[in-house]
């Protein structure tokens, strides 16, 4: 199908050449018959001049196509010369220079991470993303981002460098603009510009200011890696060289933490990948909630920024303990140094560079979320023991009731006298009497916590309740489920479907449910829902078994003993 467009325009230039062949012909035969006018004049004089005037037409018609190379002559003025119809080639090069050698012609000329070259002719435009542009034969347009662009031939159109210079030799014709965005624009005498010259930015960007910058790019970023060995990238080292200093400061001041989140990572590789992913998801989410407090995301732009710095300190010095342990040397500063230089040969590998420095400041940032979690979970105080529960009856003297207080005197039968002082304050006797213990109710907090499938039973089912609802009604599925669960919350403590799997929401204070903290677990819960479900399958990993949204609105599910009344 290719050769269709290219068989057309065959079709469609045939003609005009004929055409054009045709007078071309035609045209020595006028200047032929001029000689002949003088020759007309004869006859008076010479009868048989038509006899001698026949032959020169032979003799004249060799020289008609030596008329033809004086066609040419027009070319000699001072106008551009014009693309004639140039080849579909296209000459596009990634990460090298494009170039079109001179009599050569093409239609386009692209260069990414490299620098496009023109001696020969192009019809269309010729481009360079991160290098320049030169052009010393004809092209209809010339554009170069974040470089330079060089005129040394005729260019029909407009000539851009966006973050960069334009160069115009002697020799330069431009018929269109010359535009150059933060940039310079250089004429040197006998250069030609039709239209206007316009530069925007004041020279921001000199020349030699986008070496460093383009060759990063080119060595660098092409390649998917942070470092690389090739000219004008010295800054780059300085960079991470300077990053190097700084967590080795970090691990000589900070050592003991630096070396407390490397050994979280060592005991714990499974959950320190899983908050370091869970850290990342939840980051945007915080920030979309925090943007109400104005300050709210700048504060925690920040402290996500100094624990990425402080975590890349801690991976380092995991690396490094690869080698460090072995050997028996304990300072952390030497396991980061030797951290941070095996990083930076990983850096200088094609495609490896990348993953390595993005993944060593996620794993790092995991790492000091998760040390930090840790580190409460350890200060937090253990719970008591739970006693077992008293017998239902107790001899003379062994128990009382916290609500009527009992006081037993000896017999001399053996058995007992009990005198229970009612809250009257009127005293009632019981000679050789067993009084049953009054216990009181066990906090519903205490209570066994639903486990993780337990709890997606009762949603399940309270999911296909609204469901059919909402359907038989026309009326929107998220809202009326968040409306049903929190009027549910508020008034009974559960919902349909945890009646039925006998489940009940608590705080964990043993306070009454109220509509104030229904709302907070309402709201709380979309939020468990927005990170791919996370906030709702942290109940399966959670050592409370509790969900995002339970820890927020500090609630708590657990299982009633069967029997016990939900309604």
């Known amino acids: 199908m290719k050769c269709f467009p290219v068989l057309l325009s065959l079709l469609l230039l045939l003609p005009p050449a004929l055409r054009a062949q045709a007078a071309a012909e035609t045209a020595p035969e006028a200047p032929a018959a001029a000689p002949a006018a003088p020759t007309a004049e004869a006859p008076p004089s010479a009868p048989p001049a038509p006899e001698a005037v026949s032959p020169a037409p032979a003799e004249v018609a060799p020289e008609a196509p030596a008329a033809a190379p004086v066609a040419p002559a027009p070319a000699a003025t001072d106008e551009p010369r014009r693309a004639e119809p140039s080849s579909n080639r296209e000459v596009v090069m990634f990460g090298d220079d494009a170039l079109l050698p001179a009599g050569e012609r093409a239609r386009e000329v692209v260069a990414i991470f ?216 304990r300072l952390p500063v030497l396991a980061t140094l030797i951290g941070g230089l095996l990083l930076v040969i990983f850096y200088l590998v094609p495609i490896v560079g990348f993953v390595a420095w993005k993944l060593s400041g996620v794993l790092g940032l995991g790492m000091v979320v998760y040390t930090i979690i840790a580190s409460i979970q350890r200060e937090r105080p253990a719970k008591p023991p739970r006693l077992p529960a008293a017998p239902a009856f107790a001899s003379a003297g062994a128990v009382s009731s916290p609500s009527a207080p009992v006081a037993a005197a000896p017999l001399a039968g053996g058995s007992a006298f009990f005198t229970a002082q009612s809250p009257e304050g009127t005293a009632a006797p019981g000679p050789g009497l067993q009084v049953p213990q009054v216990e009181a109710a066990p906090p519903l907090s205490a209570l066994p916590r639903a486990g993780f499938w337990l709890r997606v039973a009762a949603t399940v089912l309270d999911v296909i309740l609204v469901a059919l609802v909402t359907s038989l009604f026309n009326v929107l599925f998220v809202p009326a489920l968040a409306v049903y669960c ?35 677990r309402c709201l709380a819960s979309f939020l468990s829902f927005i990170v791919a479900g996370l906030g709702f399958i942290w109940v399966a990993f959670d050592d409370e078994r509790q969900s995002w949204h339970d820890k927020i609105a500090g609630t708590t599910i657990v299982r009633l003993p069967k029997g016990t009344p939900l309604l």
């Open 114 to 329: 490299g620098n496009s070259v023109v001696e020969g002719d192009v019809s269309g435009e010729v481009v360079a993303i991160l290098g320049d542009v030169a052009v010393n034969g004809t092209a209809q347009e010339a554009v170069a981002v974040l470089g330079n662009v060089h005129i040394a031939g005729v260019v029909r159109g407009d000539v851009v460098a966006v973050l960069g210079s334009v160069q115009l030799g002697p020799n330069a014709r431009v018929e269109g603009e010359v535009v150059s965005i933060l940039g310079t624009v250089e004429r040197a005498p006998g250069s030609v510009v039709q239209r206007s010259v316009n530069q925007v930015g004041g020279g921001v960007f000199q020349m030699p200011a986008l070496d460093g910058l383009k060759a990063w790019f080119r060595h660098g970023f092409a390649y998917a890696r942070p470092l690389a060995v090739a000219e004008h990238l010295g800054w780059a080292w300085l960079i991470a060289g300077a990053f190097l200093g700084f967590y080795l400061f970090l691990a000589l001041v900070f050592g003991r933490a630096v070396d407390t989140c490397a050994r979280t990572f060592e005991e714990s590789p499974g959950l320190t990948l899983a908050t370091s992913l869970l850290t990342v998801l939840l980051l945007p989410v915080l920030t979309l909630l925090l943007a109400v407090t104005v300050v709210g995301p700048v504060l925690l732009s920040l402290a996500a920024f100094g624990g990425t710095l402080f975590g890349k300190a801690a991976f380092l010095n995991w690396l490094g303990r690869r080698v460090t342990v072995p050997l028996g040397l």
């Open 486 to 520: 929190f009027g549910l919350w508020a008034f009974k403590g559960t919902t349909i479907g945890g009646i039925i799997c006998g489940l009940k929401v608590v705080r964990l204070d043993d306070r009454p449910m109220d509509w104030k903290v229904a709302l907070v």
